[in-house]
């Protein structure tokens, strides 16, 4: 079991999109490019400049493109909180983590019509603004850096919290997972 108190938090904001006719993905509005090398074998020749963390600032209007490597440390307990908030959350998506199964903590959802089930908003749980007053313009926004709106939000961790190696990420939602990180590697 992870701790109940994570070591260390990630929020990761998913986003999917098309620019110039080809469907382009994104994380924290930064858009993934290979490293030049395998990260596992043949890091060391790697142009560390290309690398960028789910933290770091990205100031470039249409999105950075960057490695994303979290450098998480051996044996901590890690929170990742996945989100598809903002403009761009039209999109269920399955996810997996590699190497691990991970503890199910909540699954928020997007504002749905009761009517037909479309999705009208985004979860109203997070916010993408340093005082948190998007309330209005969330779904416009590209949400690089989300967070919940409330800084008291807890997760209760038993035994009996679901863990899978496989979970769906809701369009306009969120997920939070939480694990130990035991098998290291990239």
Do not use: W
């Not at 596992?40 to 020749?45: A, D, R, V």
């Amino acid at each position: 079991m992870p701790n109940t108190t994570p070591d260390i938090t990630y929020f990761l904001n998913m986003a999917g999109f098309v620019s110039f006719m080809k469907p382009i993905s994104s994380i924290n509005d930064k858009n993934f490019i290979f490293p030049s090398y395998p990260l596992t074998t043949l890091n060391e020749k790697n142009d560390k400049d290309s690398f960028c963390d789910a933290n770091s600032e990205c100031t470039d209007a249409v999105g950075c493109k960057c490695t994303t490597v979290m450098d998480i440390g051996d044996n901590v307990t890690v929170r990742l909180v996945i989100s598809t908030v903002g403009e761009e959350r039209n999109s269920t998506h399955p996810m997996h983590i590699h190497g691990h199964s991970v503890h199910v903590m909540k699954v928020g959802y997007g504002q749905y019509s009761s009517e037909n089930g479309s999705l009208l908003g985004s979860s109203r749980d997070l916010t993408c603004r340093d005082d948190g007053n998007d309330r209005d313009i969330l779904d416009k926004m590209r949400c690089p850096k989300p967070r919940f709106r409330s800084s008291n939000t807890t997760f209760p961790l038993d035994p009996f919290t679901v863990r899978k190696d496989t979970f769906v990420l809701p369009a306009g939602g969120y997920v939070v997972v939480q694990f130990r990180s035991n098998n290291p590697g990239y």
